[in-house]
């Protein structure tokens, strides 16, 4: 296999191929950061490239030949995770002080093998579904360049889709693993909170966000996942011990799971567009000839309730976010302006909304006690343009995102995984997904059946329209 033919083949291959010694790790990192510098002037999709320091990680583990599992591997993290000598800038020019050392997951992904090639753009401090500012230009789609590659993990995604690396980590606080998964035809599985520790942050967006892999194939989320997941002291979620290792469940057929789907959005008059809905009725159809029950769900998710919660911890998280910021005055109007949002709620409003995650929790989770898994669509619609919603005053743009979203943003609340699956493209060649949402600490029985899907409809093999042949 050619270099840039395994620029695209993901983890475990690329893992295969240094340990069996077909490539060294400096040969594929330097093909990584070969294909950077051609394609992602295009792109955008990394704040930082660290090339010198690359190319040593990428020595070192030749020179060592340590058996570890991501050995040689290149990954891209977003610039919401800590690395040691720089500032986290979670999207913004608003820090400056540096971190003393990696976050938990950073420490783990070295400590496996992989070799960090840089850190991937996000919106300013995440609260967008696209990943564009005023002062850093939009990060674009792999498979078409007028189109957004999501948020607010859309950096990450961009990579991985494009061939810059073999996965990236992302965060999803409503939706930005999953969201930047579907668009750009990749796999990306919002673990469970507490799965994956945010040390040296205890807690984000008050539980709302968790971190995870964004990968061209499941059992790629899966031998990343297995390096990075578990609590450090000090964590206040903690996930209970998966039933297997996560690339066992990927390699798992899931047998025969009742199966809800539910095309009802969570608030009213929002629109699913019919490319949307065919692909989750072609994928209740697959699923169905796969032997699973596959019946229509549509339970009652408190709409105007849970709705307004989520607005309301949004809206709060997003100031708390800003004035938390080394330099708050240093972000961006538009984000100024949700920041000024969250400030204005009335005090018992965010208390109201604050409290009720027990409840909210159990009610959301009584669907699966007639149901294994729930599918439903991962976004309302096929992805958005870049630059679409700039004219719309903030709450417009707000409302248009959550409209956008509103499948995805019920399972931050209240903490279940759920995955973003591709599921097809659209009449223009652009990728479309659906979600598949667990029960409460059960990645396993997703990977084994978002695996089960890949088996019978694989996705990977195709590399995007959108940038030619970067050879």
Not at 458 to 467: E, Q
Request: hydrophobic letters at 40%.
């Amino acid at each position: 296999m050619e270099l840039t033919e395994l620029s695209f083949a993901g983890v475990a291959r690329q893992a295969e191929a240094v340990r069996s010694g077909e490539v060294t790790a400096r040969e594929l990192v330097a093909e990584h950061l070969r294909r950077i510098e051609l394609v992602d002037p295009q792109l955008n999709a990394f704040r930082q490239v660290f090339a010198e320091q690359a190319l040593a990680e990428a020595d070192a583990a030749d020179a060592r030949g340590e058996d570890l599992p991501l050995r040689g591997v290149p990954i891209a993290v977003k610039e919401d995770i800590a690395i040691a000598g720089l500032p986290t800038t979670k999207g913004t020019n608003a820090a400056r002080t540096p971190e003393p050392a990696d976050s938990a997951i950073v420490q783990r992904l070295r400590a496996a093998g992989a070799v960090i090639i840089g850190r991937t753009r996000m919106p300013e401090l995440g609260l967008w579904p696209y990943t564009e500012s005023g002062w850093a230009g939009p990060t674009r789609n792999p498979w078409s360049l007028t189109h957004s590659p999501g948020g607010s993990s859309g950096g990450s995604a961009a990579a991985v889709a494009a061939g810059l690396a073999a996965a990236a980590i992302g965060t999803d606080g409503a939706g930005s693993i999953r969201i930047p998964s579907a668009v750009t035809g990749l796999f990306g599985l919002k673990p469970q909170r507490g799965r994956v520790s945010l040390a040296p942050e205890r807690e984000v967006w008050g539980g709302m966000v968790v971190a995870g892999p964004i990968t061209r194939t499941v059992l790629d989320w899966a031998l990343v996942a297995d390096q990075i997941h578990g609590a450090v002291p000090g964590d206040p979620h903690v996930a209970h011990p998966p039933r297997t290792s996560f690339t066992e469940a990927a390699r798992t057929d899931p047998g025969r799971l009742r199966i809800g789907v539910s095309l009802r959005p969570w608030g009213p008059g929002i629109s699913i567009a019919e490319e949307v809905r065919d692909a989750v009725q072609d994928t209740a159809a697959l699923l169905t000839d796969l032997g699973h029950d596959v019946v229509r769900l549509d339970p009652p998710m408190k709409d105007l309730k849970a709705s307004t919660q989520f607005a309301v911890r949004y809206l709060h998280n997003a100031h708390l976010a800003r004035t938390g910021m080394e330099f708050p005055d240093l972000v961006e109007p538009r984000t100024r302006a949700v920041g000024e949002l969250g400030r204005r709620l009335p005090r018992g409003l965010v208390r109201w909304a604050l409290k009720d995650d027990a409840t909210l929790t159990a009610y959301a989770n009584r669907i699966f006690s007639s149901v294994d898994v729930l599918l439903t669509p991962a976004l309302t619609r096929p992805p958005i343009r870049v630059g679409e919603w700039d004219r719309r005053n903030v709450v417009t743009a707000l409302l248009a995102a959550s409209h956008y979203t509103t499948f995805l943003q019920m399972w931050n609340v209240v903490g279940n995984p759920a995955a973003s699956v591709p599921a097809g493209r659209t009449s223009s060649g652009l990728p479309l997904a659906v979600q598949l949402v667990g029960r409460r600490h059960d990645e396993c029985t997703l990977l084994s059946v978002s695996a089960q899907l890949e088996r019978a409809r694989p996705w990977a093999d195709r590399t995007p329209s959108g940038l030619g042949h970067a050879n």
